[in-house]
């Protein structure tokens, strides 16, 4: 009778063991398992762009300086942000020779840079700041008598 105790006894430390070691290895791949997947996401197909228009000047003469205004106009449906915009003279067009870029040319921008580093509201917004300036200089100008600058506007998102 002692001796079947005792089997009793080594058969259930057996199955003890066993069902240890299969719970261990259970926890074991829990926590060392791996695994992997794909996924995605879609970005906004983008915003068009912003139209920058000035408001008209009267006409200039040596000498004359004009502060340049105007709006951007955001058709898009959501705000656009925008860090600045930047007037530049494109070209002249005149019946004779007229110039522009620095100091010494008939024609300069000053203070060319709009800072606006926002974003840009749905509809229209005024920006003002750059200066046209029409130098006067030591030379006949009769060159620049009804010439068109033609000026450029340059976004920088």
Known sequence: ???????????????????????????FAYWTATGGGTGNANAAAGVDDVTVTANPLTAMYPGDSQGLTGLFTNGNTIGVYITSMTVSIDSIT????????????????LNP?????????????????????????????????GATVNLTFTITP
């Open 113 to 145: 840079t709009v800072n606006v580093a926002g974003v840009l509201p749905v509809g229209t917004t005024a920006w003002a700041g750059p200066t046209i300036v029409f130098n006067d200089q030591d030379y006949n100008q009769d060159g620049c008598k």
């Open 94 to 109: 005149s019946v004779g020779t007229c110039t522009f870029g620095t100091a010494g040319s008939d024609f300069q921008i």
């Open 1 to 27: 009778m002692g001796r079947h105790l005792k089997r009793r006894h080594v058969f259930g430390v057996a199955m003890a063991l066993v069902a240890a070691l299969a719970l261990s290895g259970v926890a």
